[in-house]
Protein backbone atom coordinates (compact mmCIF):
# COMPACT_ATOMS: atom_id res chain seq x y z
CA UNK A 1 0.00 0.00 0.00
CA UNK A 2 2.65 2.38 1.21
CA UNK A 3 4.66 1.65 -2.39
CA UNK A 4 1.43 2.39 -4.53
CA UNK A 5 1.22 5.53 -2.89
CA UNK A 6 4.98 6.54 -3.05
CA UNK A 7 4.48 5.58 -6.84
CA UNK A 8 1.08 7.75 -6.94
CA UNK A 9 2.58 10.11 -5.24
CA UNK A 10 5.93 10.53 -8.24
CA UNK A 11 3.17 10.40 -10.87
CA UNK A 12 1.63 13.34 -9.67
CA UNK A 13 4.68 15.16 -9.33
CA UNK A 14 6.43 14.27 -12.54
CA UNK A 15 2.86 14.72 -14.25
CA UNK A 16 2.30 18.25 -12.12
CA UNK A 17 6.30 19.48 -13.46
CA UNK A 18 5.58 17.96 -16.80
CA UNK A 19 1.87 20.21 -16.85
CA UNK A 20 3.44 23.32 -15.36
CA UNK A 21 5.67 23.42 -18.51
CA UNK A 22 3.36 23.06 -21.08
CA UNK A 23 1.02 26.05 -19.54
CA UNK A 24 3.32 28.01 -18.31
CA UNK A 25 3.89 30.05 -21.48
CA UNK A 26 -0.72 30.11 -21.63
CA UNK A 27 -0.85 32.17 -18.34
CA UNK A 28 2.10 33.96 -19.29
CA UNK A 29 2.15 34.93 -23.26
CA UNK A 30 4.14 38.33 -23.13
CA UNK A 31 7.12 38.16 -25.03
CA UNK A 32 9.56 38.96 -22.04
CA UNK A 33 7.48 36.16 -19.92
CA UNK A 34 8.39 33.63 -22.85
CA UNK A 35 12.34 34.78 -22.97
CA UNK A 36 12.18 34.81 -18.90
CA UNK A 37 10.38 31.28 -19.01
CA UNK A 38 13.20 29.99 -21.59
CA UNK A 39 15.74 31.23 -19.59
CA UNK A 40 14.38 29.54 -16.20
CA UNK A 41 14.47 26.18 -18.06
CA UNK A 42 18.24 26.73 -19.21
CA UNK A 43 19.20 27.98 -15.72
CA UNK A 44 17.57 24.72 -13.74
CA UNK A 45 19.60 22.28 -16.20
CA UNK A 46 22.75 24.37 -15.34
CA UNK A 47 22.24 24.53 -11.47
CA UNK A 48 20.85 20.98 -11.27
CA UNK A 49 24.52 19.93 -13.07
CA UNK A 50 26.45 21.96 -11.00
CA UNK A 51 24.45 20.22 -7.76
CA UNK A 52 25.64 16.97 -9.01
CA UNK A 53 29.32 18.02 -8.05
CA UNK A 54 28.39 20.63 -5.36
CA UNK A 55 25.37 19.16 -3.31
CA UNK A 56 25.59 15.67 -4.40
CA UNK A 57 29.76 14.51 -4.57
CA UNK A 58 30.81 17.82 -2.15
CA UNK A 59 32.94 19.22 -5.11
CA UNK A 60 33.13 22.82 -4.52
CA UNK A 61 33.81 24.16 -8.24
CA UNK A 62 34.33 27.59 -9.22
CA UNK A 63 34.21 26.77 -13.46
CA UNK A 64 31.19 25.15 -13.80
CA UNK A 65 30.65 28.19 -16.36
CA UNK A 66 33.62 26.22 -18.60
CA UNK A 67 31.60 23.37 -19.89
CA UNK A 68 28.35 25.45 -19.61
CA UNK A 69 30.49 28.04 -22.21
CA UNK A 70 31.93 25.97 -24.48
CA UNK A 71 29.07 23.39 -24.78
CA UNK A 72 27.81 27.24 -26.27
CA UNK A 73 30.45 27.96 -28.41
CA UNK A 74 30.40 24.49 -29.75
CA UNK A 75 26.34 24.19 -30.45
CA UNK A 76 27.02 28.07 -31.97
CA UNK A 77 29.55 26.97 -34.43
CA UNK A 78 27.51 23.66 -35.46
CA UNK A 79 24.63 26.10 -35.94
CA UNK A 80 26.68 27.97 -38.10
CA UNK A 81 27.84 25.00 -40.03
CA UNK A 82 23.93 23.73 -40.61
CA UNK A 83 23.13 27.33 -42.00
CA UNK A 84 26.17 27.24 -44.38
CA UNK A 85 25.20 23.80 -45.51
CA UNK A 86 28.67 22.16 -44.67
CA UNK A 87 26.55 19.72 -41.96
CA UNK A 88 23.16 18.24 -42.30
CA UNK A 89 21.60 18.62 -39.00
CA UNK A 90 18.10 19.19 -37.46
CA UNK A 91 18.60 22.41 -35.34
CA UNK A 92 16.62 20.83 -32.26
CA UNK A 93 19.61 18.37 -31.67
CA UNK A 94 21.55 21.50 -31.64
CA UNK A 95 21.93 21.21 -28.02
CA UNK A 96 23.17 17.71 -28.04
CA UNK A 97 26.47 19.23 -29.61
CA UNK A 98 27.05 21.15 -26.94
CA UNK A 99 26.42 18.53 -24.14
CA UNK A 100 29.01 16.14 -26.09
CA UNK A 101 31.33 19.11 -25.95
CA UNK A 102 30.75 19.48 -22.48
CA UNK A 103 31.16 15.91 -21.67
CA UNK A 104 34.41 15.98 -23.75
CA UNK A 105 35.75 18.93 -22.24
CA UNK A 106 35.06 17.32 -18.54
CA UNK A 107 36.62 13.79 -19.85
CA UNK A 108 40.12 16.28 -20.54
CA UNK A 109 39.67 18.79 -17.75
CA UNK A 110 38.47 16.70 -15.09
CA UNK A 111 41.45 13.99 -15.12
CA UNK A 112 43.34 16.58 -13.53
CA UNK A 113 40.64 18.27 -11.14
CA UNK A 114 39.39 15.70 -9.71
CA UNK A 115 42.46 14.13 -8.54
CA UNK A 116 42.24 16.16 -6.12
CA UNK A 117 39.51 17.13 -3.26
CA UNK A 118 38.37 19.77 -1.03
CA UNK A 119 39.92 23.40 -1.44
CA UNK A 120 42.66 21.86 -3.95
CA UNK A 121 39.80 20.95 -6.33
CA UNK A 122 38.18 24.14 -5.92
CA UNK A 123 41.24 25.98 -6.05
CA UNK A 124 42.75 23.80 -9.56
CA UNK A 125 38.54 24.70 -11.14
CA UNK A 126 39.07 27.88 -10.51
CA UNK A 127 42.63 28.60 -12.39
CA UNK A 128 41.56 26.30 -14.93
CA UNK A 129 38.19 28.61 -15.45
CA UNK A 130 40.45 31.84 -15.59
CA UNK A 131 42.30 29.94 -18.02
CA UNK A 132 39.41 29.25 -20.27
CA UNK A 133 38.41 32.64 -19.94
CA UNK A 134 41.78 34.11 -20.81
CA UNK A 135 42.27 31.96 -24.02
CA UNK A 136 38.24 33.00 -25.02
CA UNK A 137 40.13 36.59 -25.51
CA UNK A 138 42.97 35.64 -27.10
CA UNK A 139 42.23 33.29 -29.54
CA UNK A 140 39.35 35.26 -31.70
CA UNK A 141 39.32 32.33 -34.68
CA UNK A 142 37.15 30.37 -32.59
CA UNK A 143 35.53 32.45 -29.39
CA UNK A 144 34.89 35.49 -31.64
CA UNK A 145 36.56 38.35 -29.70
CA UNK A 146 34.70 40.89 -27.58
CA UNK A 147 32.12 40.17 -29.90
CA UNK A 148 31.52 37.03 -29.56
CA UNK A 149 30.09 34.37 -32.41
CA UNK A 150 26.82 34.96 -33.52
CA UNK A 151 24.09 32.61 -35.45
CA UNK A 152 20.72 32.26 -36.88
CA UNK A 153 18.80 29.62 -35.38
CA UNK A 154 16.37 29.28 -38.62
CA UNK A 155 18.70 26.98 -40.01
CA UNK A 156 17.74 24.52 -42.24
CA UNK A 157 15.31 23.09 -43.45
CA UNK A 158 11.08 23.61 -41.73
CA UNK A 159 9.98 20.50 -39.67
CA UNK A 160 6.18 20.32 -39.66
CA UNK A 161 6.05 24.28 -39.81
CA UNK A 162 8.49 24.54 -37.43
CA UNK A 163 11.13 27.19 -37.97
CA UNK A 164 12.66 27.83 -34.11
CA UNK A 165 11.88 31.50 -35.58
CA UNK A 166 9.04 32.69 -32.63
CA UNK A 167 9.91 32.49 -29.22
CA UNK A 168 7.01 30.22 -28.49
CA UNK A 169 8.72 27.29 -30.38
CA UNK A 170 12.36 28.18 -28.73
CA UNK A 171 11.07 27.96 -25.63
CA UNK A 172 8.81 24.51 -26.18
CA UNK A 173 12.17 23.14 -27.10
CA UNK A 174 13.98 24.14 -23.72
CA UNK A 175 10.67 23.06 -22.20
CA UNK A 176 11.63 18.91 -23.60
CA UNK A 177 15.38 19.40 -23.01
CA UNK A 178 14.39 20.43 -19.65
CA UNK A 179 11.97 17.67 -18.57
CA UNK A 180 14.15 15.26 -19.67
CA UNK A 181 17.20 16.19 -18.41
CA UNK A 182 15.84 16.84 -15.27
CA UNK A 183 14.18 13.39 -15.17
CA UNK A 184 17.91 12.17 -16.37
CA UNK A 185 19.60 13.54 -13.61
CA UNK A 186 16.73 12.66 -11.03
CA UNK A 187 17.53 9.01 -12.05
CA UNK A 188 21.11 9.39 -11.75
CA UNK A 189 21.08 9.97 -8.46
CA UNK A 190 19.17 6.59 -7.67
CA UNK A 191 21.93 4.43 -9.31
CA UNK A 192 24.59 2.84 -7.91
CA UNK A 193 27.02 5.87 -8.99
CA UNK A 194 24.99 8.26 -8.04
CA UNK A 195 24.75 6.55 -4.48
CA UNK A 196 28.36 6.02 -4.38
CA UNK A 197 29.30 9.82 -4.90
CA UNK A 198 26.71 10.75 -1.76
CA UNK A 199 29.51 8.39 0.21
CA UNK A 200 32.63 10.16 -1.22
CA UNK A 201 30.90 13.34 -0.19
CA UNK A 202 30.38 11.85 3.11
CA UNK A 203 33.04 9.57 4.37
CA UNK A 204 35.66 8.90 1.23
CA UNK A 205 37.92 7.35 3.63
CA UNK A 206 34.83 4.32 4.07
CA UNK A 207 34.69 4.60 0.29
CA UNK A 208 38.26 3.65 -0.11
CA UNK A 209 38.21 0.87 2.78
CA UNK A 210 35.55 -1.04 1.00
CA UNK A 211 37.34 -1.00 -2.35
CA UNK A 212 35.91 1.87 -4.31
CA UNK A 213 38.33 4.62 -5.90
CA UNK A 214 37.10 7.94 -4.63
CA UNK A 215 38.94 9.97 -7.24
CA UNK A 216 36.98 7.25 -10.31
CA UNK A 217 33.96 8.10 -8.73
CA UNK A 218 34.29 12.05 -8.91
CA UNK A 219 36.17 11.77 -12.32
CA UNK A 220 32.81 9.78 -13.82
CA UNK A 221 30.15 12.53 -11.92
CA UNK A 222 32.04 15.26 -13.42
CA UNK A 223 31.85 14.04 -16.65
CA UNK A 224 28.30 13.84 -16.38
CA UNK A 225 27.75 16.81 -14.96
CA UNK A 226 29.57 18.84 -17.78
CA UNK A 227 27.22 16.70 -20.45
CA UNK A 228 24.22 18.36 -18.73
CA UNK A 229 26.16 21.47 -18.62
CA UNK A 230 27.01 21.30 -21.61
CA UNK A 231 23.25 20.92 -23.07
CA UNK A 232 22.07 24.29 -20.88
CA UNK A 233 24.86 25.78 -22.64
CA UNK A 234 23.41 24.94 -26.08
CA UNK A 235 20.17 25.83 -25.28
CA UNK A 236 21.21 29.00 -24.37
CA UNK A 237 23.44 28.95 -28.06
CA UNK A 238 19.61 28.75 -29.25
CA UNK A 239 17.91 31.04 -27.23
CA UNK A 240 20.35 33.79 -27.37
CA UNK A 241 21.85 33.10 -31.46
CA UNK A 242 25.20 34.40 -30.07
CA UNK A 243 27.88 34.08 -27.65
CA UNK A 244 30.42 35.74 -25.94
CA UNK A 245 33.46 35.17 -23.72
CA UNK A 246 31.35 35.83 -20.60
CA UNK A 247 29.62 32.81 -20.55
CA UNK A 248 32.69 31.62 -19.62
CA UNK A 249 33.81 33.75 -16.51
CA UNK A 250 34.31 33.62 -13.41
CA UNK A 251 31.19 35.69 -12.46
CA UNK A 252 28.96 32.95 -14.49
CA UNK A 253 30.21 30.32 -12.69
CA UNK A 254 29.91 32.27 -9.41
CA UNK A 255 26.39 32.23 -10.50
CA UNK A 256 26.01 28.92 -10.49
CA UNK A 257 27.12 28.21 -7.17
CA UNK A 258 25.54 31.38 -5.50
CA UNK A 259 21.94 30.10 -6.55
CA UNK A 260 22.34 26.57 -6.64
CA UNK A 261 23.21 27.24 -2.66
CA UNK A 262 20.45 29.87 -2.22
CA UNK A 263 17.68 27.27 -3.34
CA UNK A 264 19.27 24.61 -1.39
CA UNK A 265 22.19 22.14 -2.76
CA UNK A 266 21.17 19.27 -0.26
CA UNK A 267 17.88 18.18 -1.45
CA UNK A 268 17.03 17.51 -5.91
CA UNK A 269 14.42 20.35 -6.37
CA UNK A 270 16.79 23.04 -4.68
CA UNK A 271 18.65 23.73 -7.44
CA UNK A 272 15.24 24.23 -9.62
CA UNK A 273 14.35 27.03 -7.05
CA UNK A 274 17.70 28.51 -7.77
CA UNK A 275 17.63 28.47 -11.41
CA UNK A 276 14.44 30.08 -11.06
CA UNK A 277 15.81 32.39 -8.69
CA UNK A 278 19.08 33.28 -10.91
CA UNK A 279 16.85 34.45 -14.05
CA UNK A 280 14.88 36.51 -12.01
CA UNK A 281 17.28 38.36 -10.17
CA UNK A 282 19.86 38.48 -13.73
CA UNK A 283 16.53 39.45 -15.70
CA UNK A 284 13.97 41.85 -13.82
CA UNK A 285 15.67 42.73 -10.31
CA UNK A 286 18.24 44.28 -12.64
CA UNK A 287 15.81 45.99 -14.22
CA UNK A 288 14.30 47.42 -10.92
CA UNK A 289 16.77 49.14 -9.22
CA UNK A 290 21.18 49.51 -10.36
CA UNK A 291 21.53 48.59 -6.20
CA UNK A 292 20.41 44.32 -7.18
CA UNK A 293 23.85 42.80 -6.83
CA UNK A 294 24.22 44.49 -3.46
CA UNK A 295 20.64 43.12 -2.42
CA UNK A 296 21.45 40.16 -3.72
CA UNK A 297 24.66 39.97 -1.91
CA UNK A 298 22.50 40.13 1.42
CA UNK A 299 20.29 38.19 0.72
CA UNK A 300 22.75 35.32 0.45
CA UNK A 301 24.43 36.81 3.26
CA UNK A 302 21.29 36.52 5.00
CA UNK A 303 20.83 32.87 3.67
CA UNK A 304 23.58 31.62 5.06
CA UNK A 305 23.15 33.14 8.73
CA UNK A 306 19.61 32.16 9.14
CA UNK A 307 18.93 29.19 6.34
CA UNK A 308 22.94 28.01 5.37
CA UNK A 309 20.07 24.78 3.84
CA UNK A 310 18.04 27.10 1.33
CA UNK A 311 15.29 27.89 0.83
CA UNK A 312 14.57 23.76 -0.32
CA UNK A 313 15.22 23.51 3.41
CA UNK A 314 12.59 25.87 4.87
CA UNK A 315 10.15 24.11 3.09
CA UNK A 316 11.07 20.65 4.22
CA UNK A 317 11.06 21.70 7.58
CA UNK A 318 7.67 23.15 7.41
CA UNK A 319 6.29 20.17 5.97
CA UNK A 320 7.49 18.28 8.30
CA UNK A 321 6.04 20.54 10.95
CA UNK A 322 2.70 20.17 8.82
CA UNK A 323 2.68 16.30 8.82
CA UNK A 324 2.17 16.01 13.06
CA UNK A 325 -0.18 18.93 12.58
CA UNK A 326 1.59 21.79 14.63
CA UNK A 327 2.29 24.37 11.16
CA UNK A 328 -1.03 26.69 11.91
CA UNK A 329 0.41 27.43 15.71
CA UNK A 330 3.31 28.92 13.63
CA UNK A 331 1.25 30.98 10.98
CA UNK A 332 0.58 33.91 13.08
CA UNK A 333 4.71 34.21 13.83
CA UNK A 334 5.57 33.75 10.33
CA UNK A 335 3.44 37.04 9.57
CA UNK A 336 4.83 39.39 12.52
CA UNK A 337 8.34 38.05 10.82
CA UNK A 338 7.07 39.16 7.30
CA UNK A 339 5.99 42.66 8.92
CA UNK A 340 8.93 43.53 10.80
CA UNK A 341 11.40 42.22 8.08
CA UNK A 342 9.30 44.06 5.12
CA UNK A 343 9.98 47.12 7.66
CA UNK A 344 13.08 46.73 8.15
CA UNK A 345 13.71 45.76 4.64
CA UNK A 346 11.90 48.86 3.85
CA UNK A 347 14.10 51.35 5.50
CA UNK A 348 17.33 49.88 4.40
CA UNK A 349 16.45 49.26 0.51
CA UNK A 350 15.72 53.46 0.95
CA UNK A 351 19.03 53.88 2.21
CA UNK A 352 20.84 51.94 -0.31
CA UNK A 353 18.70 53.65 -3.18
CA UNK A 354 19.56 57.05 -1.93
CA UNK A 355 22.76 56.14 -1.99
CA UNK A 356 23.71 54.88 -5.43
CA UNK A 357 21.47 58.18 -6.82
CA UNK A 358 23.79 60.55 -4.68
CA UNK A 359 26.46 58.17 -6.10
CA UNK A 360 25.28 57.82 -10.26
CA UNK A 361 22.59 59.56 -10.37
CA UNK A 362 23.41 63.48 -9.13
CA UNK A 363 22.41 65.06 -12.46
CA UNK A 364 18.98 63.83 -11.91
CA UNK A 365 18.08 66.04 -9.03
CA UNK A 366 17.59 64.72 -5.43
CA UNK A 367 14.37 63.14 -5.83
CA UNK A 368 13.72 59.87 -6.71
CA UNK A 369 11.26 57.74 -6.90
CA UNK A 370 11.06 54.55 -4.31
CA UNK A 371 7.80 51.71 -4.41
CA UNK A 372 5.48 54.56 -4.92
CA UNK A 373 7.20 56.98 -2.38
CA UNK A 374 8.90 60.26 -3.10
CA UNK A 375 12.34 60.43 -1.52
CA UNK A 376 14.61 63.37 -1.77
CA UNK A 377 18.32 61.73 -1.52
CA UNK A 378 19.31 65.27 -0.07
CA UNK A 379 16.47 65.39 2.64
CA UNK A 380 16.97 65.01 5.88
CA UNK A 381 13.58 64.09 6.79
CA UNK A 382 14.24 61.08 4.00
CA UNK A 383 16.97 59.95 5.57
CA UNK A 384 15.43 59.96 9.41
CA UNK A 385 12.47 58.01 8.03
CA UNK A 386 14.54 55.22 6.32
CA UNK A 387 16.76 54.89 9.29
CA UNK A 388 14.09 55.05 11.62
CA UNK A 389 12.10 52.09 9.64
CA UNK A 390 15.53 49.73 9.24
CA UNK A 391 16.00 50.58 13.34
CA UNK A 392 13.14 49.87 14.56
CA UNK A 393 11.57 47.09 11.86
CA UNK A 394 15.08 45.38 13.21
CA UNK A 395 14.59 45.72 16.81
CA UNK A 396 10.76 44.43 16.28
CA UNK A 397 12.24 41.67 14.01
CA UNK A 398 14.68 40.31 16.11
CA UNK A 399 12.18 39.99 19.28
CA UNK A 400 9.93 38.29 16.86
CA UNK A 401 12.56 35.81 15.43
CA UNK A 402 13.97 34.60 19.20
CA UNK A 403 10.08 34.28 19.99
CA UNK A 404 10.09 31.89 17.25
CA UNK A 405 12.76 30.39 17.45
CA UNK A 406 11.98 28.88 20.96
CA UNK A 407 8.32 28.09 19.81
CA UNK A 408 10.03 26.35 16.42
CA UNK A 409 12.46 24.20 19.04
CA UNK A 410 9.99 23.23 21.15
CA UNK A 411 7.70 21.76 18.37
CA UNK A 412 10.76 19.88 17.23
CA UNK A 413 11.54 18.38 20.75
CA UNK A 414 7.17 17.43 20.22
CA UNK A 415 8.50 15.61 16.90
CA UNK A 416 11.09 13.67 18.11
CA UNK A 417 9.52 12.49 21.20
CA UNK A 418 6.69 11.42 18.77
CA UNK A 419 8.66 9.68 16.55
CA UNK A 420 10.75 8.09 19.58
CA UNK A 421 7.48 6.52 20.81
CA UNK A 422 6.43 5.57 17.25
CA UNK A 423 9.85 3.89 17.17
CA UNK A 424 9.18 2.04 20.42
CA UNK A 425 5.69 0.90 19.51
Known sequence: ????????????????????????????????????????????????????LFGQGGMLSFGHAVYTGLGSFMAIHALNR????????????????????????????????????????????????????ALALMIPEFFGGEGGVSGNRMAGQPFMGITFGPQIQVYYLIAVYTFVCVAAMYAF?????????????????????????????????????????????????????????????????????????????????????????MVLAFVLLSELTKAWLLYLGLIFLFMVIYAPGGIASLIMMNLRVAAFGRLRELLWRYLALFATGSLMLLGAAAVIEMVYHLQLSTTLG???????????????????????????????????????????????EDIENRLQQRSAA
Not at 89 to 96: A, E, R
Not at 217 to 231: D, N, P
Not at 370 to 394: I, P
Request: with cysteine; hydrophobic share 55%; charged share 10%.
Open 366 to 412: DELRFLGLTLHARGMGSWAGALAATAVGFGLFEFVRRGFVRHWGAIQ
Open 189 to 277: THTPLGRMLNAVRDNPERVEFVGYDTQKVRYFAFIIAGFFAGISGGLAALNFEIVTAEVVGAARSGAYLLFTFLGGATFFFGPIIGGVL
Open 1 to 52: MKARSSRFARTAIWGGFALLLVVAPMLFSSGLALTVLSQMGIAIIACLSYNM
Open 82 to 133: VTEGAMQMPVSLIPLVGGVAGLGFAVLFGYVTTRKAGTTFAMITLGLGELVF
